[in-house]
């Protein structure tokens, strides 16, 4: 079981990207995904998270509003949508599973699991 994110790169501020998130053989909608990220001298922040079959997402408080997490199960995958991009948003992102979802998932990082490969998010000018 491991999750590779891909779709990362350089952008503006106020920019946007659309980060993806796929399974090694498994069925995302029979877990909690979450997206993490990790910057240099900063804790693991989780920045969103679905629930397992229902879809029920939560944010952080960081990215809320800028940020939607979402889940395509025909093709297996969820997606990070980043809008209004911010310097503070750069760091490596990775998608992993999670024992649960709910409002705590800024300190939530640590409860991930099963990440494989991030994918490097740059904001900048």
């Known amino acids: 079981v491991q999750l590779q994110a891909s779709g990362g790169g350089l952008v503006q501020p106020g920019g946007a990207l659309n980060l993806s998130c796929a399974p090694s053989?498994?069925?995302?909608?029979?877990?909690?995904i979450m997206w993490f990220r990790e910057a240099p001298e900063k804790k693991r922040e989780g920045v969103a998270c679905?629930?397992?079959?229902?879809?029920?997402?939560n944010y952080a408080s960081s990215v809320k509003g800028r940020f939607t997490i979402s889940r395509d199960n025909a093709k297996n995958m969820v997606y990070l949508q980043m809008d209004s991009l911010k310097p503070e948003d750069t760091a490596v992102y990775h998608c992993?599973?999670?024992?649960?979802?709910?409002?705590?998932?800024?300190?939530?990082?640590?409860?991930?699991?099963?990440w494989g490969r991030g994918t490097q998010v740059t904001v900048s000018s």
């Open positions: 053989g498994f069925a995302l909608d029979d877990y909690n």
């Open positions: 679905i629930s397992e079959r229902q879809g029920r997402t």
């Open positions: 992993a599973t999670a024992p649960w979802c709910t409002s705590a998932i800024a300190t939530s990082g640590h409860t991930a699991h099963s």
